[in-house]
């Protein structure tokens, strides 16, 4: 099963549950309850170190004071991530039966559900531009209209990192629910994202080409989407 709790949008870490729960522990966010046993491997995978400090985050800016304010993204769902897109059209005759046409994979919607956290209201509301900036962002390929996005295959640090191509913001981000802690800032958000390319990619292999020596040979399909 798909990971959720790690994703890229055009290579920029958007989620990140080990970062959020080690930074809301530093900045003493009161509406998440860190568990770092189960999420640490996160950080094992990818050679991390840093991610309990504010200045390692991707949001971070030294000139912009509420970015030291702002926690991270908390991955609620990702519905579609694990969903087939195949589908076949079905003509039923008048008599008994009826016949299926060609089998087709349609546009892969990823509908999200997350929570923003940070200490002050100023943070979150930073929070919210940054996350708007990095999902409204456009190709610079010719080829695609989108970008890639990556999430581990599944939970674990043996786990691959697998890809969506050409994916690009359907639906913007809405703000669902508001709530104030004592120590924090909280919002609900939802958002639509779409891969143009319904397959799932895993990384470059390496290989050894005609003249002995090693050739990428990637990405390829690791899912079919059937």
């Keep these: 099963m798909a990971y959720d ?3 890229t949008y055009d290579g920029v870490e958007i989620f990140n549950i080990s970062r959020v729960m080690n ?10 309850w860190p568990n770092l046993s189960k999420v640490n491997w996160i950080d094992t995978a990818l050679g991390d170190t840093d991610y309990h400090d504010i200045t390692s985050a991707p949001w971070y800016d030294p000139h912009v004071p509420e970015s030291t304010e702002f926690g991270g993204v908390l991955p609620l ?3 579609g991530l694990d969903a087939s897109t195949a589908t076949s059209p079905v003509t039923e005759y008048n008599t008994d039966g009826g016949s299926v046409g060609r089998l087709r994979r349609e546009t892969a919607p990823f509908v999200v559900s997350a929570a923003l956290v940070a200490t002050t209201d100023r943070g979150i509301e930073f929070g919210l531009r940054w996350l708007n900036s990095v999902l409204t962002r456009t190709s610079t390929s010719s080829s695609c209209s989108g970008v890639d996005m990556g999430y581990f295959q599944y939970a674990g640090v043996s786990s691959p990192q697998v890809f969506r191509r050409n ?3 359907s639906r913007g ?12 800032s909280t919002w609900t958000v939802t958002f639509t994202l779409t891969a143009g390319d319904p397959f799932e990619y895993g990384e470059s292999h390496i290989a050894v080409d005609a003249l002995g020596g090693n050739a990428p040979t990637g990405p390829h399909i690791i899912d079919s989407g059937v």
């Design 173 to 184: 981000v809405s703000v669902t629910k508001k709530h104030r802690g004592a120590c924090s």
């Design 23 to 32: 930074l809301a522990s530093v900045l003493g966010i009161d509406s998440v």
């Design 5 to 7: 709790g790690w994703v």
């Design 77 to 79: 769902t990702i519905d």
């Design 167 to 169: 994916v690009q913001l």
